[in-house]
């Protein structure tokens, strides 16, 4: 198969961390050719995607991944698209995922462009109330410190767009700095923030639950350093092995076949205390955590589950 991966330069990858350095690692070990594109790469001509991609290689030593010939193919013409891109979901994202719905039917795209557009990476966990916390998404500063006294006194501030733990924010009814948090994460009532019950089970750890096509490949467990609210690994959160409660199992199963009906195939879940607060759909990171803690490789299942549509489709 061909294999093309939309992402950020090649260069930025961490061989030892990113979920995309492991799926192409286990692309290339099947025998797969690897192309890589920039968003800025692709383009519609006469309702077709193309795109100017080079071919790409990765190993284990320095450089870890090499461009070999450029050139430009149709979207059509390639097995899968995998979108890597990292958030933010901004309007270079957006037109991405517009773009691609041109190549609807031609050929597989991971995840979904309409899922993408739809599943925005906090509000997505909206779509499930009975298992995320208490939650409100406003712009409304009076309203947000009412919801916090409501729950205890103690919230998670978070921005729509944010990744990797960037602003989000722990806010106390008691704490003369909350005004100000507010009005920064809400541009002073000018942008929705979300805020979430605090859940003191965070102390214990943020699990990232990996789903493939609906059902669960795996999950690892993000302990937050002592000194920082954030468990997210690239802040310095701990990582080791776990498994799933019964409740989580049946969120799993609950919610799998849904973001599956969503064309959201390869998903991360984000679960404190049994309770969703994030489903990240973007680039779902974590595989390569999960495979040194189990000693598998679901990366590979990754890639088998991408020649079994391919070859049905």
């Known amino acids: 198969m061909r294999l093309l991966f939309v992402m950020d330069p090649i260069e930025t990858m961490l061989p030892d961390k990113d979920t995309t350095f492991a799926l192409m690692r286990a692309a290339q070990a099947a025998g797969h050719q690897n192309l890589h594109c920039l968003v800025r790469d692709l383009w519609v001509e006469q309702g077709r995607v193309h795109a100017r991609v080079t071919t790409t290689a990765v190993c284990a030593e320095p450089p870890y991944a090499v461009h070999g010939d450029r050139f430009e193919v149709a979207l059509g013409q390639v097995d899968a698209v995998l979108v890597r891109k990292d958030p933010p979901f901004d309007a270079a994202y957006l037109h991405c995922t517009q773009m691609l719905e041109c190549e609807r039917g031609r050929t597989l795209i991971v995840n979904d462009p309409r899922g993408l557009r ?12 009975e298992w ?12 947000i410190r009412a919801f916090v006294d409501s ?8 921005p729509l767009d944010g990744a990797g733990g960037r602003g989000v924010l722990r806010i106390a009814a008691d704490d003369l700095n909350t005004p100000s948090i507010i009005d920064m994460l809400t541009d002073e009532g000018r942008e929705l923030a979300m805020v979430q019950e605090y859940l003191p089970a965070v102390r214990e750890g943020d699990k990232r639950v990996l789903l493939l096509d609906g059902k669960l490949l795996g999950a690892i467990l ?20 776990t498994t799933l409660t019964d409740r989580e199992q049946r969120l799993v199963e609950a919610i799998g076949p849904r973001l599956r009906e969503m064309g959201l195939f390869f998903v991360g879940l984000d679960m404190i205390g049994e309770r969703l607060t994030e489903v990240n759909v973007t680039s779902p990171t974590g595989i390569q955590e999960l495979g040194r803690l189990t ?19």
């Open 222 to 241: 993000r302990v937050p350093r002592a000194d920082d609210l954030r468990a997210n690994i690239h802040v310095g959160g701990t990582v080791i092995a």
């Open 295 to 313: 000693g598998t490789a679901p990366e590979a299942e990754v890639i088998r589950w991408i020649e079994r549509r391919v070859a049905r489709d």
């Open 118 to 129: 739809d599943a925005n990476e906090k509000l997505c966990a909206l779509l499930f109330p």
């Open 132 to 143: 995320t916390p208490r939650t409100i998404v406003s712009s409304d500063r009076t309203r």
């Open 151 to 158: 729950v205890g006194g103690l919230g998670i501030i978070k």
